[in-house]
């Protein structure tokens, strides 16, 4: 089977930056993937990380430790509109379709 | 403008009826998606298709059912052997299997 394990809530303030963790146990990984849900509303795709490294999409930037089996979200200069929910989400080869983490609550605080 | 739509937003139930959540997209994708999502918690996935006439099973897919006849739509319908089908129901589709999923607004199923 698969699991992720994410933090459940963060906090932080206005300007800052704050990461979100995501471990992860699959066999045959094949990628992991970041997404934001406002509440109420539908999941939104942020990034995916197929290799090692750093990906940067503006002000969010996912990176992916294959042989640690660890992803992190980095998020810079908050903004008020990033108090959402953030999904880690990976797939494997043997199946074509995403295993989603619990979420990670951010709140953001002026 | 290319979307993915559901329907109806919210629906209510009496418990022992079956009830078929729409969903429709018009991306031109291959791959949809059910998942089922409960207060505070992560996306559980019931069912998924990646090509027309021919669908998989997810991790919760007892008391549920799907058709994939058309690109286009993946109706979901909920039996009434589902023990507890009060949740928020969302379908995706997606680009072949690509990790990039596009979401429907979601349902909420309540079943009184």
């Known amino acids: 089977g698969q699991s992720l394990e994410q933090p459940s809530e963060v906090t932080a303030v206005e300007g800052a930056i704050v990461q979100i963790n995501c471990t992860y146990q699959t066999s045959g990984f094949y990628g992991l993937s970041w997404y934001q849900q406002h509440d109420g509303g539908a999941p939104t795709f942020l990034s995916y990380?197929?290799?090692?490294g750093l990906e940067e999409t503006g002000r969010f930037s996912s990176f992916l430790s294959r042989s640690d089996s660890y992803g992190y979200l980095l998020l810079q200069e908050l903004q008020m509109k990033d108090s959402a929910s953030y999904f880690c989400?990976?797939?494997?080869?043997?199946?074509?379709?995403?295993?989603f983490g619990s979420g990670t609550r951010l709140q953001v605080q002026p | 403008d290319g979307g993915i739509t559901q329907s109806p937003k919210y629906l209510f139930r009496k418990e022992g009826q079956n009830v078929t959540l729409s969903c429709e997209q018009n991306?031109?994708?291959?791959?949809m998606y059910w998942y089922r999502q409960d207060p505070g918690q992560g996306l559980r996935l019931i069912y998924y298709s990646q090509i027309v006439n021919d669908f998989q099973k997810g991790d919760i897919a007892e008391g549920y059912s799907v058709s994939r006849e058309k690109k286009e739509s993946f109706p979901l319908t909920v039996t009434s052997a589902q023990k507890n089908p009060t949740a928020f129901y969302l379908c995706a589709s997606s680009r072949g299997g690509r990790d990039e999923q596009f979401f429907g607004p979601g349902t909420r199923l309540t079943v009184l």
């Open positions: 991306l031109n994708h291959d791959a």
């Open positions: 989400a990976v797939r494997n080869t043997g199946r074509r379709a995403l295993t």
């Open positions: 990380n197929g290799l090692d």
